[in-house]
């Protein structure tokens, strides 16, 4: 599976959890929409661009288990949630409830826009280690309170790579009348997706991370009862030249001229992984990530963050290593080891997050196991 990557042969990438790796088969068909776009662009994007685009939705919400109405595609999570927040009317005492492990630009979003529209951010800080499914749930619902109208919560969390219960907070949330917005950036392609058995009020997802689609291809669902609430970012023609069936369709799928081809290229994204038997890609790269977790954690002695198991833990997991010099021990990996793998600050803490996908294997493992033991036994 190396040879079907386009990645440099000579680094050991153990960071596919930040951008994704494009296979060459899915680049070459995304090289072949932009060479497309140029043979005959006045056809392309007054006519054809529609049609590409339907078929591409349609793909995609089999994929992931929706309507494909309920769906546009969009350039990244983060123009998503900027999109969302600024279409969403607010009272003054309106709370939006997250937790301590959200994606940081996601935050940054939902706390620059509280001073203009005057909620509160509630951020609840879950304390490490998990437990339960059930106990998780009632931690986070503490967070709670009468004002509270919107969670927004990771399906799998940034930097401690965990998989939230999804499921059990959308349909507690539901009872209570409240809107849920769920941030799967690190979805699609990595755990299944049923978006239509947890039913939330809106979906995020990246196709460039997991599902290997090119940079710059997401999605947002949002439920049709509310779809009248979610406004363009950007006006453009919309419904005036937009043959598309929906008002939320065809107000914010086309927002001016740009490159349409990592979205249409996401069809051949999800082809790639049903070619390839992905169920035993994605089974090996778990039973690999949890090795791997539990040798580091032999090395490092630092506490796990979670239970080793399915429940919690996919293709990428985060661990707590003893160290002050952040970048220093990242250089040493990367210019020394040939590891390329994240490290960053969180909770006060410094973590290590890696990942596994098709193109790595055991070696890649050994790698990082022989070169933590070495930084660290000395």
């Known amino acids: ?70 769906l546009i595609f969009i350039q990244n999570p983060t123009t998503a949630i900027n999109s969302i927040i600024r279409s969403l009317k607010f009272d003054k005492n309106h709370e939006v409830l997250t937790s301590n492990h959200e994606y940081g630009a996601m935050i940054r979003a939902w706390s620059w826009f509280s001073k203009e529209r005057k909620y509160n951010l509630i951020e609840n800080n879950l304390k490490v280690p998990f437990t339960t499914k059930s106990n998780f749930v009632d931690d986070f619902w503490k967070g709670v309170s009468k004002n509270t109208k919107i969670i927004f919560i990771s399906h799998i969390t940034s930097p401690t790579a965990i998989i939230f219960p999804i499921e059990e ?31 939330p009020d809106i979906y995020i997802g990246a196709c460039h991370k997991w599902l290997s689609a090119p940079k710059g291809s997401s999605f947002m669902y949002v439920k049709k009862e509310i779809q009248d609430l979610i406004e363009p970012l950007i006006v453009s023609w919309g419904n005036e030249v937009d043959p598309s069936p929906s008002l939320f369709i065809n107000e914010n799928q086309y927002q001016g001229t740009r490159d349409f081809s990592p ?27 949890k090795q791997t977790l539990i040798s580091l954690q032999e090395i490092l002695k630092t506490d796990l963050l979670c239970p080793v198991d399915d429940n919690w833990l996919a293709q990428m997991a985060s661990i707590q290593v003893p160290v002050k010099d952040l970048s220093n021990i990242k250089n040493t990996l990367l210019s020394k080891y040939k590891i390329e793998i994240p490290i960053f600050e969180w909770e006060n803490n410094y973590m290590l997050r890696f990942s596994f996908n098709a193109y790595n294997d055991e070696n890649d ?14």
Request: hydrophobic share 35%.
């Open 169 to 199: 907070i959308c349909q507690r949330a539901r009872n209570e009348g409240i809107m849920t917005i769920i941030d799967g950036a690190h979805v699609p392609g990595h755990i299944d997706l049923h978006i239509s058995n947890f039913n």
């Open 1 to 70: 599976m190396k040879d079907q990557y386009l990645l440099n042969n000579n680094i050991i990438f153990l960071n596919h959890g930040s951008f994704g790796a494009c296979p060459k088969p899915v680049f070459n068909k995304y090289q072949q929409w932009q060479s497309l776009i140029e043979s005959q662009p006045v056809q392309y994007f007054s006519n054809d661009i529609y049609n590409y685009l339907n078929k591409s939705r349609k793909d995609l919400s089999t994929f992931i288990s929706c309507d494909a109405d309920d």
């Open 263 to 289: 979205f249409l290229s996401v069809s051949s994204a999800i082809n790639f992984q049903k070619n390839n038997n992905w169920d035993i890609v994605k089974e090996r790269c778990r039973d690999l990530t």
């Open 365 to 378: 493992s050994n790698a990082l196991i022989d070169a933590i033991n070495d930084i660290f036994s000395k």
